[in-house]
């Protein structure tokens, strides 16, 4: 079975000879979920925005290479064909829920905009609300985004995503700067999102911990290349580049105290 989204070669170069990207080649398969990791820096959130193909992405860099969907190369749609692959085929959850959420929008009028059926929209958006294990989701689609814990937005901006029933999620650190409790309830929405859909997962994260229990796949990115990709449980189990064993070392420790 052919790949849903095939990254050959992606380069991305900004001003001054510094890389953002080199040569990254990364396969995302349907049903999968592909964790990416790596240390601040590494180049994961501009894999994530390379990918979403977003207007103003890095004006002043260099792209090459390719990102295909479906056979298709994602850097060479135009405005049009970017439009209706952010509208129907792809969701994004970013890390700030807060800034990424508008704040002048009611939760209800923000999740209606990305559901297509008006007669069911309110069930439908009831429905999203309770799947990522909101309470009293009626109650919450009047409030506005800052009336909300950072937990509570984030799990928002993941039925946001969900509501267009996207072909691929693209998750960028959805676990950070929540405490633990909120990031063990998050991780366990997104396993049983997991078993109940289709969608094609990558999910990025400086924790290995959230990865180990989530993904079919790590992919460990250091100074914007691609070091080590293979299976979760043959990563933890014996992880082959150097800087991936350091990492890995470096979570176990943590781990311990």
């Known amino acids: 079975m052919s790949p849903l989204l095939e990254i050959k070669k992606l380069g991305l170069s900004y001003k001054k000879n510094v890389n953002g990207l080199v ?144 072909k691929i999620l693209i998750l960028d650190e959805p676990t950070t700067a929540l405490d633990p409790t909120v990031q063990a309830c998050i991780l366990s929405m997104l396993r049983t999102i997991k078993q109940n859909s289709k969608m094609a997962i990558l999910m990025i994260s400086h924790d290995l911990g959230a990865l180990a229990g989530l993904a079919d796949r790590i992919a460990i990115m250091d100074k914007g290349r691609l070091i080590e990709e293979q299976g979760v449980d043959s990563f933890f189990k014996n992880p082959i580049h150097p800087f991936s064993k350091k990492l890995l070392d470096a979570f176990k420790q943590i781990r311990s105290l």
């Open 23 to 166: 040569d990254i080649s990364l396969n995302l398969n349907k049903n999968e979920v592909l964790g990416v990791a790596g240390p601040s820096g590494s180049g994961k959130s501009s894999l994530a925005k390379a990918i979403l193909n977003l207007p103003g992405f890095a004006p002043e860099a260099q792209i090459s290479g390719e990102i295909l969907y479906n056979g298709k190369n994602l850097l060479l749609f135009n405005n049009k064909e970017k439009r209706l692959f952010w509208k129907k085929e792809i969701g994004v959850v970013f890390q700030d829920a807060l800034a990424s959420l508008n704040p002048f929008m009611s939760i209800k009028s923000q999740l209606f905009e990305g559901i297509e059926s008006k007669k069911e929209r309110l069930d439908i958006a009831l429905d999203l609300l309770s799947k990522v294990r909101i309470r009293n989701p009626l109650q919450i689609l009047s409030l506005y985004p800052h009336e909300l814990s950072g937990g509570m937005r984030q799990r928002v901006m993941i039925a946001l995503a969900l509501a267009k029933k996207p």
